[in-house]
């Protein structure tokens, strides 16, 4: 007996309104299971720490000019290196983000923007997905979930969430044990060896497939022209690839109407 078709597409949270790409992936996944059957993944990688994933580009309802939001942690040491599940919104980040909104969206989303409960960047961008509708009947597990990562394959490339001056960081594991964070250029911040087990863990961008296919087990996997370039599809040769619907502007929020 044949097991019923698993449809599965990742990515980080990326944006209060999700990016064009990101939008294409749910209409992609969808029309699919339209023609095979099965269900559909969201996998979510909040485990990521860059803050740029987050950034929203929005434009003038009047004048069509583009606009920039992202979130403002309360530290540079949270905005540069926790983990997306971990970097705080602040109230007033809300408050300001909440009033700029009309100029860009339906006076309606500033309203469901005030009622989402203060939480982590991850938890914040995922209730806004949620109001949107894009999540209606589909799965999502995340990649910040322990146990989802303790029941996942062993990899040799990976990150350690790990304490460090007041925060939980996201630490990469080199190859002689310890953890570093990367301050940008041939800058790097090597910290004390901490212990650690598989609940702290999360992929490297080459072992992120093998990861989560571990757990998820999916049979077809939509991705963008750019995961095509790099995913090492050798990791996990019984999953059908499919494109992702082109889409314009694909950079850009999606808004719903």
């Known amino acids: 007996m044949t097991s019923a078709p698993v449809i599965c597409f990742g990515q980080q949270p990326c944006g209060i309104f999700p990016r064009r790409f990101l939008y294409a992936k ?4 969808r029309k699919l299971q339209s023609e095979i059957g099965g269900r559909i993944v969201f996998f979510y990688h909040d485990s990521d720490h860059d803050p740029r994933e987050t950034k929203t580009i929005l434009r003038h309802r009047k004048l069509g000019e583009p606009f920039e939001i992202n ?6 040491l949270q905005r540069k290196y926790s983990p997306l ?4 919104v602040l109230p007033e980040w809300r408050d300001k983000t909440a009033i700029q909104l009309p100029a860009y969206v339906d006076k309606r989303w500033a309203e469901e923007l005030r009622q989402i ?3 982590n960047v991850a938890d914040f961008c995922l209730k806004m997905y949620r109001r949107i509708g894009l999540l209606d009947g589909i799965e999502v597990v995340r990649s910040s979930d322990r146990a989802f990562r303790t029941a996942a394959c062993d ?4 990150y350690v ?9 996201r630490a990469r594991h080199m190859d002689d044990g310890s953890l570093s964070l990367h301050e940008g250029g041939d800058s790097f911040v090597t910290l004390p060896c901490t212990p650690s087990d598989k609940s702290q863990i999360s992929p490297a961008r080459d072992t992120r497939l093998a990861w989560m296919q571990s757990v998820v087990r999916c049979t077809h996997y939509v991705c963008g022209a750019s995961e095509q370039q790099y995913m090492r599809k050798e990791d996990a040769p019984e999953i059908t690839y499919i494109q992702r619907e082109t889409i314009d502007r694909s950079d850009e929020a999606y808004t719903p109407g």
């Open 71 to 76: 979130f403002t942690q309360e530290n540079k």
């Open 117 to 119: 409960p203060l939480a």
């Open 155 to 158: 990899i040799s490339d990976f």
């Open 26 to 29: 749910f209409t992609t996944a």
């Open 85 to 88: 599940f971990l970097k705080r």
């Open 161 to 169: 969430d790990v304490p460090w001056q007041g925060e939980i960081v």
